[in-house]
């Protein structure tokens, strides 16, 4: 069965500090990989994606994350944190075919020391 | 675009009573998504609809919970009669068709409160 495991439940950061969120997936064939981030009282909102192609990701607000097959992981990665990045970030997963649905994570929750 | 509209926002309500939670997906999307999120269980995907046809309602807690899509512009959650333990933030999203917009995009969320 698919499954995702975010391993850090809590985290916290020094402002200017460089992040990594860590994501482990299971699952059969070649993933669908996402990254969301979730502002407190927000909707979730789409970081960045991997379907196939160039192993390391960019996405949106400075984040970028690489597929390693060999580690089933999809880490998330940010040279720098900004106070503004505190918010909960979910990895989820997908299967291919026309009824896709998401596999998610438990999130990891981020918090920025100024 | 207006992205995922959701309403309301906030509802308390009494246990036993009947919670009708709406969404109007992405014009255009043909997937729409609705889930529940709390503490315990983080996010749980309760049914999905493709082309106003559910596909999977295995996440459906128990038969208080129900879901239609009578259109590809509105769907209802209906939780009747509601149980302390609903108590949660129910979110819906919507997908367009696949390829570069398999994303699915959320609405604000539903926060419920059952007393």
């Known amino acids: 069965a698919q499954s995702v495991t975010q391993p850090d439940i809590h985290i916290t950061v020094s402002e200017g500090a460089s992040l990594e969120l860590r994501c482990n997936y299971s699952y059969g064939a070649t993933p669908y990989l996402f990254w969301y981030v979730q502002s407190p009282g927000q909707g979730l909102q789409l970081l960045l994606k991997y379907f196939s192609g160039d192993t390391l990701v960019q996405g949106i607000k400075g984040f970028e994350a690489e597929f390693k097959r060999s580690q089933s992981s999809f880490n998330l990665r940010k040279p720098s944190v900004h106070w503004s990045d505190a918010a909960e970030y979910f990895c989820?997963?997908?299967?291919?075919?026309?009824?896709?649905?998401?596999?998610w994570g438990l999130g990891t929750s981020l918090a920025v020391n100024p | 675009d207006a992205g995922v509209i959701q309403s309301p926002r906030h509802e308390v309500t009494e246990m036993g009573q009947e919670v009708t939670l709406r969404c109007k997906p992405i014009?255009?999307?043909?997937?729409l998504f609705w889930y529940r999120q709390t503490m315990m269980r983080g996010l749980e995907l309760l049914i999905y609809?493709?082309?106003?046809?559910?596909?999977?309602d295995s996440g459906m807690p128990e038969d208080r919970f129900s879901a239609k899509m009578p259109n590809a512009s509105f769907s209802t959650l209906k939780i009747q009669p509601s149980e302390p333990r609903d108590s949660a933030v129910y979110f819906c999203a919507s997908r367009g068709l696949g390829g570069l917009t398999d994303t699915q995009y959320f609405g604000p969320g539903t926060r419920l409160t059952v007393l």
């Open positions: 989820a997963v997908s299967n291919a075919g026309n009824n896709r649905k998401l596999i």
């Open positions: 609809f493709n082309n106003n046809v559910p596909i999977d």
């Open positions: 014009s255009g999307h043909n997937s």
